[in-house]
């Protein structure tokens, strides 16, 4: 069975570093793209990058680009988010997803087939 | 890429015909894809590339649409689908979602 495991919450003060884990099993983790979604309370989801770790290729988006780091290590299927210094607006959901791509008309697409149960992250003085 | 969803939050029947819909600025081809989000839980895949249900999803839910406008169809409500769902364009970098909209129980 295809599964990504994440840890059940975490708890830190503003200016606190957090890397957060999302282990993949049942797949061959070098060959899928690995990505991270943001969920507010109570709001919408927001995509914040993607990893390939076969080769470490990382996309960012813009919105996030700066703020996180994606890695991933392949000898143990472990894709990580990491903060530096967290803000009291990192309080939110966070969910691993493994992405899918293919190619159409020459154009890379991308759907996430496979989601973690998510990591709650609360920014709290 | 701006996906907007309508209606944000609707009502009905167990039974109903219930048509989601996402209009994406601007033309995202057939890059469009659909989920199913219920309290609690994470996304889950149901329609990918506009009109391709991923496997285990059950018929009653399909997809349409190219360009800009975009459906997501479930042809007779049952009490597991009052959730929220989502759309997704991934024609061009970053990917984006739609706002949601919530099916809740009339």
């Known amino acids: 069975e295809v599964q990504l495991v994440q840890a059940g919450a975490e708890v830190k003060k503003p200016g606190e570093s957090l890397k957060i884990s999302c282990k993949g099993s049942g797949y061959t983790f070098t060959r899928y793209w690995i990505g991270w979604v943001r969920q507010k309370p109570g709001k919408g989801l927001e995509w914040m990058g993607i990893?390939?770790?076969?080769?470490?290729?990382?996309r960012y988006s813009p919105s996030f680009q700066g703020q996180v780091t994606i890695s991933a290590d392949k000898s143990i299927s472990t894709a990580y988010l990491e903060w530096s210094s967290l803000k009291a607006s990192d309080t939110a959901m966070y969910y691993c997803a493994r992405h899918v791509s293919m190619i159409r008309g020459g154009v890379a697409d991308y759907y996430m087939d496979v989601w973690g149960k998510g990591t709650t992250v609360t920014v709290s003085s | 890429i701006q996906l907007t969803q309508f209606p944000s939050s609707l009502s009905a029947s167990v039974g109903d015909r219930v048509t989601i819909t996402c209009r994406a600025s601007p033309n995202i081809n057939i890059f469009l894809n659909w989920y199913q989000q219920k309290p609690g839980r994470a996304p889950n895949l149901l329609i990918y590339a506009a009109s391709t249900l991923q496997s285990g999803v059950p018929s009653r839910f399909s997809g349409s649409g190219s360009g800009t406008d975009f459906t997501l169809t479930i042809s007779s409500l049952q009490p597991e689908d009052f959730a929220t769902y989502y759309c997704q364009q991934s024609y061009s970098a970053p990917l984006t979602f739609g706002g949601g909209t919530k099916v809740e129980i009339k």
């Open positions: 990893i390939y770790p076969g080769d470490s290729d990382t």
